[in-house]
């Protein structure tokens, strides 16, 4: 088994759940409470803006070889944000001065903590784990989906042929990387893939139950 697969297996349970949860059922089924979305996407819109943060840490932080392939990345961040706008457009909803929530804000900070504190191959693990969620989340919506949705620009994006593409080039790097780390490095790789599962099931509930600052 591959370490990617290894790492799935891992967390199976765990990974079942973040991709069936309620959020995506319910955007599958069309039965997604009127604003949940609109939520989500005000969140993983400061997400994505402040994960070219992290991407560009790792790039400065990559192998030669590999400084391409994520560097590439960093245009397609943009033409994310870029479809969160226009979607926002459509559907009236303020991008303006969105602060992020608590799960949105620890989720971001996680990610630059690793990056600047951890080796490159664990921050790798981290980059794979959240595109992997996210590519597995919104294809189950897409084999699961009852009818057309009006986010259906969204789940055909993230579903697509080019982002399974993506994904499975991340699985392949992630295997390379650690094939070269020692017992120790591959504890912790594994470490962090489980806390990116927890933190995007908890997304998923914030956009569904509300997360706010209780102060």
């Not at 989500?40 to 990559?62: H, K, N, P």
């Not at 969105?98 to 804000?105: F, G, I, L, N, Q």
């Not at 989340?137 to 620009?153: E, L, M």
């Amino acid at each position: 088994m591959v370490f990617a697969e290894q790492l799935l297996h891992g967390v199976a349970p765990q990974w079942q759940a973040m991709v069936q949860h309620p959020f995506l059922r319910q955007l599958a089924d069309g039965t997604l409470p009127h604003g949940c979305f609109e939520k989500w996407l005000q969140q993983d819109y400061v997400f994505v803006r402040e994960d070219l943060g992290f991407i560009g840490c790792l790039v400065a932080r990559a192998p030669q070889p590999l400084r391409r392939m994520l560097g590439d990345f960093l245009p397609a961040l943009h033409r994310e944000l870029d479809l969160f706008e226009a979607m926002a457009r459509e559907l009236g909803v303020s991008l303006e001065a969105v602060e992020p929530a608590p799960v949105c804000h620890a989720y971001n900070m996680f990610l630059l903590a690793t990056v600047h504190t951890r080796s490159f191959a664990e921050s790798f693990t981290v980059l794979y784990g959240a595109e992997k969620a996210y590519y597995d989340s919104w294809a189950w919506v897409k084999t699961h989906q009852q009818q057309p949705s009006p986010y259906q620009r969204f789940i055909d994006h993230w579903s697509s042929d080019a982002f399974a593409a993506w994904v499975r080039d991340l699985g392949h790097t992630l295997d390379t990387l650690a094939a070269r780390s020692g017992p120790d490095e591959l504890a912790r790789m594994e470490e962090l893939f489980r806390f990116v599962v927890r933190y995007e099931y908890l997304f998923w509930d914030m956009a569904l139950q509300g997360s706010e600052w209780p102060i």
